[in-house]
């Protein structure tokens, strides 16, 4: 059986061993839509597993450095997870136009010091978690499957610690308001690009407009002491 194909980013494989995922109870539109979203997420992944290994490859605490790779080969499984996801829905043309801006703005990501990196980093996976959380609520098309919610329910658990350790390794490296800056320009940025899927959260009974205005904005207290 050949590879999938990456997303966005070529990696290394996965320390998960080859996965199949049930095909999703979903209607047609449904299915269509996450079809849609499921690459824009598995472009993410790839993008942090490679940021993560960076980073850990870089760090100088004998403590962050297994911590940043530790992170990166959970990256890789949900990028595993992902794939397998998407083989399991209708075949899209992963929207090339949503996966060009997807691509660029992950690599912007990584521009300027460690410290700013990781700053967008936590400012990204704490929107990440918003998208999963908005996704399995139960009144949402993912949230009354249980493939998908599993699945989802998995990275999101991941993410929200990911959203821990980046953001106390950024508090160590920079101010709060210099974090705070680097991290609501990412989500800003973000949620231009999440804008091109809109009409995909819609049809998943996401509120696309209530959900960009919550990415747009960081959190409060994101990198308080």
């Known amino acids: 059986m050949n590879a999938p194909r990456p997303f966005c980013f ?11 995922i049930a ?5 047609d539109a449904q299915a269509e839509a996450l079809a849609v979203l499921v690459p824009l997420l598995g472009c993410g992944e790839e993008a942090a597993a490679l940021a993560f290994d960076g980073l850990a490859d870089a760090a100088d605490d004998d403590l962050a450095a297994p911590a940043l790779a530790l992170i990166a080969d959970e990256e890789r499984v ?19 136009q949503l ?14 010091s460690g410290a700013e990196h990781l700053a967008r980093i936590a400012g990204i996976d704490a929107a990440v978690c918003t998208i999963l959380s908005r996704m399995l609520r139960p009144d949402a098309a993912i949230g009354a499957d249980p493939v998908t919610r599993a699945l989802f329910g998995r990275i999101h658990r991941d993410e929200a610690r990911h959203v821990r350790v980046s953001r ?28 091109l899927a809109g009409a995909a959260f819609d049809t998943l ?19 308080a002491a």
């Open 99 to 112: 996966m060009r801006a997807a691509r660029r703005f992950h690599i912007d990501l990584g521009r300027g």
């Open 168 to 195: 106390t390794l950024a508090r160590s490296l920079g101010s709060a308001r210099a974090n705070a800056d680097v991290a609501a320009g990412a989500r800003e940025a973000l949620a231009g690009v999440l804008g």
């Open 23 to 27: 095909v999703p109870r979903l209607g």
């Open 10 to 20: 070529r990696l290394a494989p996965a320390t998960l061993a080859p996965v199949a």
């Open 78 to 96: 949900h990028e595993q997870l992902l794939s397998a996801l998407a083989a399991a829905l209708p075949p899209t043309d992963r929207q090339p």
């Open 205 to 223: 009974g996401v509120d696309p407009d209530a959900l960009l205005r919550d990415i747009g904005r960081l959190p409060d207290g994101l990198f």
